[in-house]
């Protein structure tokens, strides 16, 4: 039987006694674009972060058919991987190591080849190899994020927010080769994303949460002309 790479039932999360999510249903399929949009403080990244086990959840969450475990490592180690919203590169590192460092869980030995492929998909991030992390521009910043992000070789990756605070252009660019990461590697993505057009433009589905709840889900293009999304995320 085929099952979603990603699976979410009816998933509750919690910061102590308080609840943020109220019972969340969610499938991502193999590469698959999900895009999750939602007015600030709808749970968004709590959304995200109970998928990694980041945040105290009820309810089940399945990976690959399975419970995906209570273990952030062993979640990484499974496939999961996540950009947070912010970025965390490690700014005293070269941008080199910050990306070899994404691959810390990997035992194969196609880390240098991956490396290479990765300098193509990123060239800003060749040209700066040597360069610490701390000094580069914010796209540069979120190029790194993502690059060594997927250097574990993620099956999902979960990208929190990548356009926040980034010039239009290099929001484009970022998009372009995340489609591009999808295509050539089959990489599943579930983005949470402000700029809503954007995403839906890359996505095959959504959801739109408010309040901790999935208020609307469907189709990317559905959603597109839906009057409430378009008013409220698409501004016309
Ligand atoms: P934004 O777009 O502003 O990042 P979001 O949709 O990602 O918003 P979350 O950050 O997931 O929303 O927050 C959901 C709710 O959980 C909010 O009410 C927020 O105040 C609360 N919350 C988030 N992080 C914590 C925390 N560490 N401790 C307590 N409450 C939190």
Redesign the pocket.
Known sequence: MTHPLLELRAVHAF??D?E?LHGVDLTVADGEVVVVL??????????L?SICQLVRTKGQILFDGAPIGANTYDIVRRGVSMVP?GRGTLVDLTVEDNIRAGGYIRRDKDVESDLGYWYEVFPPLAQRRSTLAGSLSGGEQQMLAIARALMSKPKLLLL??PSLGLAPIVVRQLFDVLARVCAERAVAMVV?E?NAALALGMAQRGYV?EA?AIAVTGEANTLRDDENVRRAYLGY
Do not use: P
Request: proline share 0%; charged share 20%.
């Open positions: 910061y102590g308080v943020c939602g007015a600030n403080g709808a749970g968004k990244t709590t959304l972060r919203q929190d927010e949470v402000q949460l901790g």
